[in-house]
């Protein structure tokens, strides 16, 4: 769809705006409405809508498949690691107090870190079901192309 | 470090694991890593039974927030001895595992093993959990781990299985939700304890009788109790059988643990019992579902799907008891669930060999085999031993148990039911038996060899295990005992 002009200057527009939103939900989710989950949808749709404009070739040039993979993982794993950290430093699991000196500002940086690992997690994730399904249309319309009937589903 | 903060670990380990696992590349080093999570989880739960049974429920306050505010994880006796049923299922199966999923299954086995272990954390946090939101949220993660898992069958009807098992999973677990919602709607707490003590005073509000009927429903939709069991077998049937395995012994039991824990802890049982007629509805579905089950098995030609329906009858052993009411009832209910997971899971798996071997499931592929395999069959008639009920097995020593709660409340044609179903269980099995050594085998069937050793010992194991529990009952009795007074309390006056 990228020789559409309308689309192509709305999205180039657009696509920043909604990964700063994404970003801006992401960072203020800890005292304001919001947090990792609705942010991560939000930056995904993002990348989502780039690649209805541009296609999935270039989308994944932008995040790979395999780094779609790790990063899905390592967001719960960064979850996971700040809830061991306050059992390391002697509190139960996701106790954020041991974490620094005031506990105000403990409890402010474990629920951002706990929500980033939320976000990296929800982003790749829904880019990845998108990808998935994205794929699997574009090999049905090949083998639709091919006039195979043995492929045709 | 002392087992009150170890405890939370039961659950944490596979969760953590499975991030990691998710990332291994190719077979082997994703099968250790996952057996190692599963073996660590089983032997905290193992460690943690023994306090929980002692020193009564332990707590642990997630993230330092006290209980009624935070999530906390309560563990007494009841659901101590689950965690170590479900973690301990998982590391026996997952000791079957690596021959047959390679069998079963292309490419690389991290997000295999990821998803087996999100499937696991999920049961295990439904079990521990003392947060009433937090079993729905584990019942999901517990769900959709396994709703992928069966979809990973050869088969290309383990898609359509596990696609009527997501819509029915989550009517059900949409249930769990609606009632859940309607107790917080009117009691504004989700600890179970915190509901518990609250619960009494709204004994006339019906949104309180609409939240006990919705999690009922909803549980006997997870657990297959009879009408609503329609999703389990295709998916026992066309799952993968490490999967199979690892299901039929730990996702029911899970569900009945759950609905045992409502209907005891959350809402009292001299609640439960009177305001609507439980006992007798239990009672009927737990019969009906113990001989259309064992009805319908007996003229399956599909293995899987025999052993499935055989499930569904014996969950109706499982509420039969429950049905009682009564302690002894109760406790016949915790064995069995027990019992079952070794006994379901031993058949399962000497199928599973079969299929390794054969690559089929059907009766009539199986005729003569006995010769072949000898031993795979002959775990698999001795495991048919155990759920026939005959004595020195496990499965006798529940059946046993649930004699005595219905001769306790003097309802001898219970017994006469359960001896009838019993030989229900003898015909299907003997189907079997007499199909892999009385018949000859079909003319030019291929030679087949036995199983290899790496399915063969942990099939055995699971086999002798049945044996073992059979013969020496302090585990078992001991903790569903224990288990069962801790869900009823001192006892309850039934009108």
Known sequence: MSDNGILRIIAR??????????????????????????????????????????????????????????????GVLLYAGTGLLGVLLGGKYLEFYPLLESPHAAQQAGIIVVEFGVGLTVATVAMLIFTLFARRRSEWIAALEQDDPEQRP | ??????????????????????????????????????????????LVLPEAIGQGPMSYPFGNWPPPIGIEYRVDAANAFVALLVAGMAAITLLWAPKSVAAEIEGRHGTFYALFLLALAGLLGITLTGDAFNVFVFLEISSLATY???????????????????IMGTVGATFLLIGIAFLYMVTGTLNMADLAERLPELRDNNAVRAALAFIIVGMGLKLALLPLHLWLPNAYAYAPNFVTAFLAGTATKVALYVMLRFVFTVF????????????????????????????????????????????????????????????????????????????????FMAIGCVMYRTGS???????????????????????????????????????????????????????????????????YIWRVIEAAWFSPRPQGAVAVQEAPLALLLPTWLVVGLNFYFGLDTRLTVGASTAAAEALLGAGVALP
């Open chain 1, 13 to 74: 527009f657009l696509i920043p705006l909604i990964l700063l939103v994404g970003l801006y939900i992401q960072f203020h989710g800890e005292y304001s409405p919001g947090g990792g989950f609705q942010a991560g949808v939000v930056f995904a749709v993002g990348w989502i809508l780039y690649v209805l404009i541009w296609g999935l070739e270039r989308g994944l040039k932008v995040i790979s498949l395999k780094a779609m993979y790790v990063l899905s993982a390592a």
């Open chain 2, 268 to 347: 009292a049982p001299d609640y439960s019992f009177v305001v609507l007629p439980l006992s007798t509805v239990l009672m009927v579905l737990a019969v009906a579902g113990m001989f259309a089950g064992s009805w319908v098995a007996m003229f399956q030609i599909h293995l899987k799907r025999m052993l499935a329906y055989s499930s569904v009858a014996q969950v109706g052993y499982m509420v039969l008891g429950v049905s009682l009411a009564t302690l002894t009832g109760l406790t016949a209910a915790f064995l069995h669930l027990f019992n079952h997971a070794l006994i379901k899971t031993a058949l």
């Open chain 2, 148 to 166: 992928a898992l069966i979809a990973y069958g050869q088969d290309r009807r383990a898609l359509l299985a596990a696609f009527r098992y997501l």
């Open chain 2, 1 to 46: 470090m002392n087992l009150l903060a170890l405890m939370p670990f039961i659950v944490l380990i596979p969760l953590i694991a499975s991030g990691v696992v998710a990332l291994l590349p190719g077979r082997t080093l994703p099968w250790v890593a996952t057996l190692l999570a599963a073996l660590a989880s089983a032997v905290i739960a193992a």
């Open chain 2, 361 to 427: 499931a059907k009766l009539d592929d199986l005729r003569g085999l006995g010769r072949e395999m000898p031993w795979t069959l002959t775990a698999f008639a001795l495991a048919g031993l155990s759920i026939i009920g005959v004595p020195t097995t496990a499965g006798f020593i529940s059946k046993w148990y649930l004699v005595l709660a219905s001769v306790e409340v003097g309802a001898w044609w219970l017994v006469a039911l359960i001896v009838i179903t019993s030989l229900m269980a003898v015909y």
